[in-house]
């Protein structure tokens, strides 16, 4: 079972291509133990000595972008904050298995205030549910992702810098990486 996973902006998309193996070597080289990637899409997996997890949040930055020559954010998920994520039950289960789109998880750098929250979730319409839970806000489109008609713009001019994954693909790598 692993400490972390770390969830990367910006990685394999847009002109930025990292392979695994070297996205793991540079986790190695900041003394982090254990380290797999899951998929091609900035997940890595780790176990790390304990340290206050802004410090090796910003620690991961530092080291990424000087070996990658570009910033990726980083957004940390202990072990037991991706068991909260996993158990989740943002929306009624039959919207969930009724929905031609899949759930997706957004990771947030940290739990938005009141005001954050209802501002974005003004966004919210019955093609676009959205709800907050910890430091992730969940998005249930009625289709696929890129038929959205949400405003990201201005979500993110609320939220901050932020990295999606499906709630499936954090299912998986829960079930791969930390379970007993």
Known sequence: MRDFAAFLRGINVGGHRVKGPQLCAVFEELGCRE???FRASGNV????????EPKLTVRIEKGLEEALGYESITFLRSAGELAAIVSSKPFEPAAVEGSKGKLQVVMLTSKPAAKARKAVLAH?????RLAFGGRELYWLPAGGTQDSELDWRAIAGVLGPTTMRTKGTVEQIAAKHFSD
């Open 45 to 52: 997996v780790f176990d790390a000595d304990r340290e206050p």
């Open 35 to 37: 380290v797999s990637t």
């Open 124 to 128: 919210a319409t019955d093609k676009d």
